[in-house]
């Protein structure tokens, strides 16, 4: 139902615009100019209004998801292993441990040795950064890093506001930069090296 008062509202838009162009086109051939002249500016004006983010956000997140999304890897288990012996067998997992700064960033606490970062950025267009790196919170070390990009527009059926606040924009709607893959690669490298660390 959402659906279609949703397409109802965007059909309706659309139908206003071109009568507008229309009558644009119709008082400037009244006054002997051609109708196209004002009737395409009007049209591309009231198009503009809703859509003139999606091309610059289409253009940038396929930028951010290009340049630095996906898994990075700065130190394997058994490196670390190796530049800590006998470390890893002492580790005891912790209980569900969570930290939130209140805005952006969230850390779980995993064991002794290591956390789950998680922050979130925003960014223009609608487009929101998902950084999350496994560390080693005795060193400050970095040991895997997985960078997502998505948009915060949600489906109508979660609610109808974004999470700053605008209406849904759906077209501009993405998930992950691995949304179209079969398998997200990425974030299963992630994810298997924290069950992994976990399992220590």
């Not at 400037?28 to 049209?43: L, Q, T």
């Not at 997502?148 to 949600?154: G, L, V």
């Amino acid at each position: 139902m959402l659906g279609l008062i949703y397409v109802g509202v965007l059909a309706g838009y659309l139908l206003v615009s071109l009568v507008l162009a229309l009558i644009a086109a119709w008082i400037a051939r009244a006054g002997g100019a051609a109708g196209w002249k004002a009737g395409v500016p009007v049209f591309l004006i009231m198009l503009g209004l809703v859509f003139w983010d999606w091309l610059p956000m289409e253009v940038m997140y396929r930028y951010d998801c290009a340049r630095h999304g996906g898994f990075t890897l700065y130190k394997s288990i058994e490196q670390w292993k190796r530049e800590n012996p006998g470390v890893a067998e002492t580790l005891v997992a912790a209980p569900s441990r969570m930290h939130s700064d209140g805005k952006n960033r969230t850390t779980f606490i995993l064991n002794e040795r290591f956390s789950l970062v998680m922050t979130k950025i925003p960014h223009w267009f609608h487009i929101v950064e998902r950084n999350d790196r496994i560390i080693d919170h005795k060193t400050g070390e970095t040991l895997a890093r997985y960078v997502d990009f998505r948009t915060d527009i949600i489906p109508l059926g979660l609610g109808g506001i974004g999470l700053n606040g605008r209406l849904f924009k759906l077209w501009m709607m993405k998930n992950s930069c691995e949304e179209k893959q079969v398998r997200r690669k990425g974030q299963e490298q992630f994810n298997d090296m924290l069950h992994k660390l976990k399992s220590l």
